[in-house]
């Protein structure tokens, strides 16, 4: 094992799925999307809690998981809506 490895397809694939679904049926609304983001963002983060050396094809690398956890918790996540300048 180790990083080395290739990347798991499956480890958090349905997540991933949930995502892409959620996106399809809201018009690629992202913003309307963040549980599912929530719950990918999850499961990356169990499986690198399981094994720091893990690598999924749904996952963010470690360093950017965790970063976009951070940013998750202030409130500035990356599927936040920008205001046109509009009128």
């Known amino acids: 094992m180790g990083s080395t490895e290739k990347p798991s397809p ?5 997540e991933a799925c949930a995502i892409q679904d959620c996106l399809r049926r809201t018009d690629y609304n ?5 549980a ?3 719950s990918l963002y999850a499961c990356c983060k169990k499986m ?9 094809i749904a996952c963010p690398q470690p360093e950017q998981l965790k970063l976009k956890l951070e940013q998750r918790a202030k409130e500035v996540v990356d ?5 046109t300048r509009m009128g």
């Open 79 to 83: 599927a936040e809506m920008r205001k």
């Open 36 to 38: 599912a983001i929530d």
């Open 48 to 56: 690198y809690e399981e094994d720091p050396e893990a690598r999924a």
């Open 10 to 14: 499956k480890v958090c694939h349905a």
């Open 30 to 34: 992202e913003r309307r999307c963040t």
